[in-house]
């Protein structure tokens, strides 16, 4: 789960920076509306041509698609008049609607960007376009790269005075550094901060905000973390910046999640959700309903989860879809324009093909998981079985060597208890026989001491120690192995301990003082090597 969020929050930089750096054509929604009149009022395919890349930025941070057409018509155009600038701001502009679904697409993009920026020598797009390569290349794990390109973007942003841009250079240094949670991003972070504030770019300083607030989180320095978050939040309500609301509701999200304060997450991963659907933003959609997922598995409600679970699927299907989708219409475009159409025809029938071997692929895989998912929890089900039926066992076998325990100790002390009384008896009859006068009396005395003598067990230790063996049945093997040296009384009380046994018991079966027994027991850890006091006797022995 960490990767995919890292990856979240790597596509959600690069939205959010690149829908800073194109130049800006205004701020209020009545410059779209003035913007799309103009355009219906010009005939000059160059005029029409900066009109669309203005509109494109104007819709870059609401509406994705919108993005997508214009920075299209504005790519023909510039195709069809070879309009050098028209070509570098154009792919550029496109370059942003591809990142989150097609690597390789948005990188050819960039690259045919920085070519074009390179011929009419536009300094700040050049560092634009490395910037953004850098993201790119960042999202796919590639940071030595894209440390390369940033540090080229810097360089020409220094070398031509584009101080404002370096705001967005040092975010993006960041989130390299908060990727691996190395607490050096702070301080970049915190450059941009200062950069964005001396520049009055306050989008800029949201995303900045948004940054520390997501490296703190992940540092799990959660206070802080919701400090800067809510700066970011009330930044971005009071500039309508619509698409950072979305993440920021994300973030705020995991957040609460990890503060266990469920219902507010659930709250906050239904406010991005619904801000992702208004912008058409499949990523972060994705993202919110994973964070609904976890929540609803936190608070045991399975149903939900595997709703949500559910409807991530459809969400990653969706993207997967979409970005086939896309990455068929800009390869369209491009052979549009070629005079060939036999090897157009053959392109887009191998498209055609890669695009079913993928739908096969992916129904294939989904398949498979899913059998596996069955699998895995037939066998959950039937391993909990086992484990409970073992363990039933385990308590049946303990609660029955208990009994036999206790039956055990019950009836050497029964024994033992009845021998000394029956002894007592006889030897009082003894008295009363050499005090008795008449014959017949001590005769009579004399077969009833006899009778006695014979009900007194004289094996008692003999039997003991063979039902004992019975119940314990290694018990002394194992103890005369590791220690051969100990005596009978030694062996015997070993038993005594065995059965748990205290020495007030042992007292009374053995007919020694507790005193005594406490001796023995101390002498007894002496042979067996236990010096350390806080080792328990019993314990010790229950181990053979």
Request: charge should be neutral.
């Amino acid at each position: 789960m960490a990767i995919i969020r890292w990856m979240y929050l790597v596509f959600l930089m690069l939205f959010l920076t690149v829908a800073s750096i194109l130049p800006s054509f205004g701020s209020d929604s009545t410059v779209i509306d003035s913007l799309v009149i103009e355009l219906s009022n010009t005939n000059e395919d160059t005029t029409k041509i900066l009109i669309l890349l203005g509109l494109a930025d104007k819709v870059s941070t609401t509406n994705i698609d919108a993005l997508e057409q214009y920075s299209k018509q504005a790519l023909l155009l510039s195709e069809k008049n070879n309009y050098a600038k028209g070509l570098a701001y154009a792919h550029f502009s496109l370059s942003r609607v591809y990142t989150n679904y097609d690597f390789d697409l948005s990188e050819n993009l960039l690259l045919n960007s920085l070519k074009y920026a390179e011929q009419i020598n536009d300094s700040l797009l050049i560092a634009k376009a490395y910037n953004s390569l850098g993201i790119l290349l960042t999202n796919n794990d590639n940071t030595e790269m894209a440390l390369h390109y940033y540090h080229k973007a810097l360089d020409y942003m220094r070398r031509n005075n584009h101080h404002a841009m370096l705001a967005v250079l040092y975010g993006n240094i960041g989130i390299i550094y908060s990727k691996e949670n190395d607490t050096t991003a702070i301080s970049y972070f915190l450059k941009a901060v200062e950069l964005s504030k001396q520049f009055e770019d306050y989008w800029w300083l949201t995303t900045s905000y948004l940054n520390i607030g997501q490296a703190y989180l992940n540092q799990n320095k959660l206070d802080t973390s919701f400090h800067y978050l809510q700066l970011s939040l009330t930044l971005s309500e009071e500039h309508n910046f619509k698409s950072s609301l979305s993440a920021i509701h994300v973030v705020l999200s995991d957040y609460y999640y990890k503060t266990k304060k469920y219902e507010e997450s659930i709250y906050y991963a239904n406010l991005a959700l619904s801000k992702s659907k208004e912008q058409l933003n499949r990523v972060s959609k994705l993202e919110a309903l994973r964070i609904l997922k976890e929540n609803y598995i936190a608070l045991d409600n399975s149903r939900k989860a595997l709703e949500y679970a559910e409807l991530m699927n459809s969400a990653a299907d969706s993207i997967h879809q979409h970005s086939r989708l896309k990455e068929l219409d800009i390869l369209e475009m491009k052979y549009k324009f070629e005079e060939e159409i036999e090897q157009q025809a053959l392109i887009h029938e191998l498209l055609e093909n890669k695009y079913r071997n993928y739908k096969i692929t992916l129904i294939s895989v989904i398949i498979f998981i899913g059998l596996v998912l069955i699998i895995s929890i037939l066998f959950v089900f039937i391993l909990k079985g086992r484990i409970r039926g073992k363990i039933l066992i385990e308590e049946k076998l303990s609660q029955e060597l208990e009994f036999k325990n206790k039956e055990l100790t019950t009836g050497v002390i029964y024994t033992i208890q009845k021998n000394d009384i029956l002894t007592s008896i006889s030897e009082e009859l003894f008295v009363i026989k050499e005090k008795a006068t008449k014959a017949d009396t001590r005769k009579a005395i004399d077969q009833i001491s006899k009778k006695i003598k014979a009900s007194i067990q004289p094996n008692t230790w003999e039997e003991f120690e063979i039902r004992f063996q019975q119940v314990h049945l290694h018990f002394y093997k194992n103890l005369i192995q590791e220690y051969p040296n100990l005596t009978p009384n030694e062996k015997r009380l070993c038993a005594f301990l065995r059965l748990n046994m205290s020495s007030k018991e042992i007292s009374k079966i053995t007919g020694q003082s507790v005193s005594a027994i406490e001796m023995a027991r101390v002498r007894l850890r002496k042979k067996l090597g236990i010096s350390n006091k806080e080792i328990n006797l019993v314990a010790f022995l229950s181990q053979y």
